[in-house]
Structure formats: C-alpha cells, structure tokens
C-alpha cells in the first residue's frame, strides 16, 4: 500500500509541469516570509523537494526563490527540519547559478554541515571540494563551543574524501588523524542523559547516567566501541561511532602515506611489534598522527571482534556484531598492509577467530575478509593457510549458495583474488565447480561477475569440464533445489528409499540409490574429470519436471553468454587434441541437453557457430574427425531438430574438406562426404503427398547444394550428379505438396541459388579456382574476398552463361 503511494507521488512530481512548478513555487516563498512557519509550511517544502528530485534533470526556479531558500537557510529564526529541506531542495538543484552561500561566518556546527553539502553538490570541482574540506578541518581544529559538536562535520568530510582525497594536505590529515584516535579510544564510558524538554512536569533531579553496557547485558569494562549498548549516548561516542564509520576510507586514502614498512626478511617488524604490544599510552601520545591512529584503530579492531564473541539480547545485535566483525578484520588487514609490525599478533588472533566461527554458518560472510588477510600475509608469517581456504572453498558455497549477499560477495572475492589463487594455491581451480552453485542458483545478478571470472578458471585442464558445467547449468539449478527442499524435511521422512522401488518423485529420488551417485556428481564440491558426464543422462530426464521452474529458466538464459565466452577463450590457448575433443564433445551433447525448448535452440544457435571457429583453428579436424562429422551430417532428424547445428557442420565441410587446408584430404574421402551429403539432400527434397511434406530450413537445402558443388569442384568425376541433381530443383520447388509448406520467397532463393551453381559448373576450371584454391592462394586476402563475395560472383558467372537468369530446363 506504502509504495503504490510513494510511486503514484512520485508520477505527480514527474508530470508537474514547468508554469505549475513556478506557481507552486511562489506558494512555499509566501508562506515562508510569513509570519509563522506552520505544518502546511513544511509540508510544502517536502513536496516540492519530491518534485525537483524525482526527475533525472534539474528543475529551474526562479533565481529570487533561491535567494530566499538560502537566507532561510542561515537564518536562525527557522526550525531546523526547515533548514534541512532547504539545504535538501538547494542540493537537488546544483549546479545554481543563483547561489550566494558563504560559510565563513558560520560558528554553528549543525548549520555549517548543511551549508557545506550543498556548496559539496555544486560540482566536483578540486578547488571548491578542497576549499569545504579545508573549512571544515578548520572546524575541527578549534575548540568548539558549548553545546557544538563536530559529529555534523564528519559525513561531509566523507563526502570529501570520496570526491577528492588530494585536497586535504599532509598537515590537515595529521590533524584529523590526530582527532580520530582520541575518538575511537577516549570516548565516555557513561551513557548520555536525554535531553529534558522543559515541561511542567520535568524532573529537575534528573538521575546520573549508568555506565554503557555489551550486547549481552553484562556493564561494560572496556572503552566504548559502536557494539557499546546505552539508552542515550554522549557526543564524543557518536564520534567514536562516526570515526568507526569512516576509519577504513580514511586509511586507505592516507594511512600509508610516508610510510616505510619493513623488509619481509627483517626481524625489526617483529621487535616493533613486541615493543607496540608493551608501549604505554604516553609513549603512544608521542608517535607520528597516523602511526597513532593505527594503533589506536588496532586496539578498537581488537574490542570489536572480543564483543562478538557475546551472546546478543536482541537479534539486531547480532547482525551489527557480524557487520562489526567484518569491518574489524578487513581494517585490521589494511593496517598489515601499512605496517608489517602488525602481522604477527594478527595472524594468531584471526586463527583463533577462524576456529571460533567456522562452524557457524551465519558467520559465513567474515570467513572472506579472514581468508583475504591471509592471502595477504600468510607468507611473510610463515603460517599455512591451505585449512581456510579449504573450508571456505568446500563447504561454504555447497551449503550457502542460495544466500544472495554471500553469492556476490563470495564471486566478487574470487574476482578480486583471481591471479593471486592461480600462484599460490590449487584449492581454487579444484572448487569450481562448487562456485558454479552460486551462479545455478543466483545467475541474473550473477552473470557480469561470472564473465569476469571465467577466463581465470579456463585452463587446457579444465576446459572440458566447464564445458560440461555449462551445458548443464540448467539442471544444477533442479537439482540444487532438489537438494534444498530435501535438506526440509523432517527427519522421519529422510530414511533411504527402495532400490526395488522407482522413485516418484525428485525428491524420492534425491535418497534413491539408483539416482544417488548422479545426484552427488551433479553436486560435487571438487573438480572431477576423470568421471563420465553421460551418467547425467537420466537425471536430466528425471528433473524434467523442473524444467518450467523460473528460476531453472533463469538459470538456462545465461548459458548462451558464458558458453561464447567460454570458446573465445578457449581459443586462446586450445592445442589440436583439445581442439578435436571440443568439437567431438559438441557433437555429442547436442543430443544430452535439458529439455527447455528455447534453452537448446540458443544453445544450438552457439555451438553451431563456435563450431566454424574451431574449423577456422584447426581446418584439419575434418578430415581427422571424418567418422564423427559424417555420422552426424548423415542423420535426417538433425536437420530438423538441430539446424543451427548441422547446418554449420555441412558448411565446414564444404569450406575445409580439401587439400589446400589437410594434404592428407584423398578423393575418396571426398566421395564419402559428398555420398552422405547427397543421400541428406535427396531425402529432403524428395517429392511426397502432399499430406506428408515435412518442412526444412531453406537454409539447410542451400548449404547443402553448395557443399555438393563444392566437393564435385575437387572431385570432378561428380560434376555430372550434382548437376543433374540440381537441374530437378525447379520441379522441386514447383510441386504443389512443396509450395504448399514453403513460402514464395524461400523457394525462389532455392531456385536462385540452383541455377547459379548449376551454371558455375559449366566451367569446372574456374569452379575449382573459387572452391578449391591453390595452398598458396588458399589463405591470401585475394582468395578471402573471392569468398566473402561468392554469391556476387555466382550472380555474375548465372548473367554471362544465361540471358535469362531465371530460366532453367527442367
């Protein structure tokens, strides 16, 4: 109901046009410069915020308007939510031309922070971004007045950071650094004391303030973190919690500025680490800022992974202690990166709490930010990290790959880490299959990170099974559901099934012993490739069921992409027997595919033309796969169910079946193809009644003349059959049982085409020339523009053999 609301205010905002706005504009300026602002007054101001945000230019008003938002913008006579939605109207409005703000007389911190965002939303601009960031580590720098507080400072300077980290000199981050560690380690330990609203009725004895407390209850006796618990809080411990908020940017813009970190090899990191382990905070208030404020960031990382250990009183808790852990852990490891002198009591700290929440599968996400620090530093530690790795890259994706967020963080940290896995461990390339779970069962939100990922996972060792994995990716996603509902049942209805019996269902046969080891296969966490995919075969079939499943469809509509990808990558690197096995394997699945009607004839549309790739790779697999390709190219119902498929095949084998590719391509051979060729194009073309006609691609029937011609160009003694066979194809495509399943246009290019190569053959010197070049010329750019315009010069040879190029003698 909420949002059928918020979507038709939304379309009205839209739809307020230039003259309405301009109306409604003078409105708000009236009752602004009335005498009392009332609820209409803000009101107003909220709708017409909505409508200069909700479209994607900027909307014009009039510049004396903007002048009054600005004047009651510094005005202290407004309320404050005033203030805020004229700070927020100004900012939808930028770049203004008509702005005037100044901000060096503002003492007020609140009013300061609104003033700066919207002079931050005039552009990104270096010399106003640094001239707001300069402004406000003014204001930070001061001592501020009673009742001030600097905490409205702090999103701006975030705000700056991320449009310009160079604009804050190496003197103004000090000072902030500086700031920041009093804020992260100094905070108040006492809850804060509501405000009173100075009622008739409030107390003036107004109760001290208890000390914070942790997430289970238990009275705090460390310094204050964000996972303190008060019912109040003080200001310095919304800075505390503000600094938390922005401490990873800040390192990473300026932490390791200066810095000069030891040698792996020098054993000073590790006194340095001993001697930061004892140093006391007077000796701390004497380090460099930012060497303090890694300390300081340290300790705080420190607390924060020793609360998580508590047991929450309320589930929200527990959620803000794994965001917690996660930050901790990731700022622990850039501070490692900014100095080594931290990386020994780290990797002993993050062991302990690798083994602490390992088991714990809604701690999964912190798992990626351990194993990322040890990818960083296991080496300079000396520590073997293969154990985490392992847990993360086994159990995790097979028991959580229905998790959204854990999916595309689990890839993006792949992604991230690609190359780095590739050098230093084989856990990676093992597990892949198991990162195929994610994009199975979360392919649309997948699929731009699987494209960035797969080329890292292709090698001449796995590029068989993935291409398995591929094709089967449709029925991963059935049998991961299977799996998943499986997992739901209560435990009475768990027990194994009959062998005797046949199971009834996808769930029964999820526990029957028939299906079991297919379905284990299917799901298996390691790479496997000395096992036989056909097994698969009736599990395809028993999955059916699921094959209208949204998210199995899902799923199958990301196959074509990834199998494109999949050979031009392949390209890359494949050697001939890879080569070969490809094409073999293509062949094959054709038939093996899951039973989505659109699925495989995208998937057929791919193979087919990564087929004529591979030809183009290696022409010589034509001849070396001839048995392979002669029994598929001589199977009628291909022509019909796989036309993409076939009809590329019979293209290659009139392009690449010669001597000028293969010197080992003999005449008989060639005889063998055109027989097979031959019987195929007979059988389609052959006159029926008129009731049972089957219909074929035009596409088909023209290759295949074109193949046939081919082959009689390099086997002369054939000429004679294939002409003959070509001047019947006007009776053909004039049988009534014929036009009646045909279209006039697909008959007249059959014909066409008929005749062009009837009359081609009439000179078979210069039909060998075009079709069967000499190896010198086979591959020189003459004799691929002799190719790519074919159907030009056949034009040109049908007008100087026949007046009439229509006419053939039938």
């Known amino acids: 109901m909420f949002t059928a609301a918020a979507e038709s205010f939304l379309k009205q905002a839209r739809e307020i046009q230039e003259e309405e706005l301009r109306r409604f504009a003078a409105r708000v300026a009236a009752l602004l410069q009335g005498p009392e602002l009332g609820p209409e007054a803000v009101d107003c101001l909220q709708r017409l915020h909505l ?71 005039q552009g990104n601009k270096k010399a106003e971004v640094s001239a707001v960031g300069q402004r406000i580590v003014k204001g930070l720098e001061r001592r501020l007045p009673e009742g001030q507080s600097a905490r409205y400072l702090l999103p701006v300077l975030s705000k700056v950071i991320s449009l310009s980290p160079e604009s804050l000199t190496e003197e103004q981050t000090n000072v902030v650094s500086k700031k920041m560690a009093d804020w992260l380690r100094y905070a108040s330990i006492q809850q804060g004391i509501p405000q009173s609203s100075g009622g008739f009725f409030s107390n003036p004895r107004t109760r001290q303030p208890g000390p914070v407390t942790e997430v289970d209850g238990a009275i705090a006796t460390d310094f204050f973190t964000v996972l303190s618990m008060g019912q109040y809080y003080t200001q310095d411990q919304w800075l505390n919690v503000q600094a938390f908020s922005m401490l990873r940017n800040w390192l990473l813009c300026y932490g390791g500025q200066g810095l000069k970190t030891p040698k792996s090899d020098d054993k000073s990191g590790m006194d340095r680490s001993v001697m930061s382990a004892v140093s006391t905070s007077t000796s701390s208030r004497m380090l460099p800022p930012k060497d303090r404020l890694r300390e300081k960031a340290f300790e705080y990382c420190q607390r924060l992974i020793e609360q998580s250990n508590r047991r929450p009183l309320k589930k929200d808790d527990g959620d803000l202690q794994k965001a917690c852990l996660i930050e901790a852990v990731t700022i622990m490891d850039i501070i490692c990166k900014q100095d080594s002198s931290y990386v020994y009591r780290t990797v002993s ?70 190359q780095l896995f590739t050098e230093t461990s084989s856990i990676f390339r093992q597990s892949f299959p198991n990162l195929f779970k994610f994009l199975a069962w979360n392919s649309p939100p997948l699929i731009s990170e699987f494209v960035d990922l797969l080329p890292f996972l292709l090698d001449a060792g796995t590029a068989i099974e993935i291409f398995h994995l591929l094709l089967d990716l449709p029925c991963l996603t059935a049998a991961l559901d299977i799996q998943l509902r499986s997992t739901a049942l209560p435990t009475s209805e768990k027990a194994a099934s009959d062998p005797a019996v046949k199971p009834a269902t996808c769930l029964e046969a999820f526990r029957h012993p028939l299906y079991k080891s297919m379905f284990q296969y299917l799901l298996r966490t390691k790479s496997a490739p000395e096992d036989a995919p056909e097994r698969l075969i009736p599990l395809r079939q028993l999955l059916g ?115 000028s590719y293969d010197k080992r391509c003999t005449v008989e051979q060639i005889n063998r193809f055109f027989e097979t060729l031959e019987a195929m194009l007979f059988e389609i073309t052959q006159l029926r009644p008129l009731a049972s006609t089957p219909s074929y691609a035009p596409r088909a029937i023209s290759v295949l003349m074109a193949t046939l011609t081919k082959l009689a160009a390099r086997s002369q003694d054939l000429i004679p059959r294939v002409s003959m066979f070509l001047s019947k194809m006007r009776t ?79």
Not at 582 to 589: A, D, E, G, K
């Open 732 to 810: 053909f495509v004039q049988s009534p049982a014929v036009t009646a399943v045909y279209c006039e246009e697909d008959l007249e290019e059959i014909l066409i085409r008929a005749t062009e190569l009837m009359n081609l053959l009439k000179m078979p010197s210069v039909a060998q020339f075009v079709f069967t070049p000499p190896v010198e010329v086979a591959s020189t750019r003459f004799q691929r523009e002799v190719n790519d315009s074919l159907p030009f010069a056949l034009r040109i040879v049908t007008r100087l053999l026949e007046p009439t190029p229509g006419f053939m003698p039938g």
């Open 545 to 659: 069921s699921l094959a209208s499943s949204p998210r199995v469809v899902q799923c199958a509509e990301t196959v074509p992409v990834l199998l494109e990808l999949f050979f031009r990558v392949v390209a890359e690197f494949a050697d001939g027997p890879l080569i070969n096995q490809l094409v073999v394997l293509l062949l094959q699945r054709s038939d093996e595919l899951y039973e989505i009607p659109a699925f495989k004839d995208d998937v057929y549309r791919v193979l087919g033309s990564q087929l004529v790739m591979l030809c183009k790779l290696r022409p010589a697999l034509i001849v070396e796969l001839s048995t392979e390709i002669l029994e598929f190219s001589g199977t009628v119902s291909n022509i019909q169910n796989k036309e993409a498929i076939f009809t590329h095949v019979v293209w290659a084998i009139g392009e690449y079946m010669s001597v």
């Open 349 to 418: 700290f993050l062991k302990i709490l690798h083994g602490r929440i390992c088991g714990d599968a809604t701690y999964a996400r912190a798992l990626l930010p351990i194993a990322q620090f040890f990818l960083d530093h296991s080496k300079m530690a000396a520590v073997d990290s293969d154990a985490i790795y392992k847990h993360l890259f086994t159990d995790i994706p097979a028991q959580l790959f229905h998790s959204p967020s854990l999916a595309f963080e689990f890839v993006q940290f792949c992604k991230d880490n690609s």
């Open 51 to 121: 409508t200069v945000a909700a479209t994607k230019y900027p909307r014009k008003l009039d510049g004396k308007f903007v002048e009054l938002l600005q004047m009651v913008l510094c005005s202290s006579k407004y309320t404050e939510q005033v203030q805020v939605l004229c700070a927020a109207i100004l900012r939808e409005m930028s770049p203004c031309n008509d702005l005037i703000l100044s901000c060096n007389e503002i003492q007020d911190t609140k009013l300061l922070s609104l003033v700066l965002s919207v002079l931050l939303a």
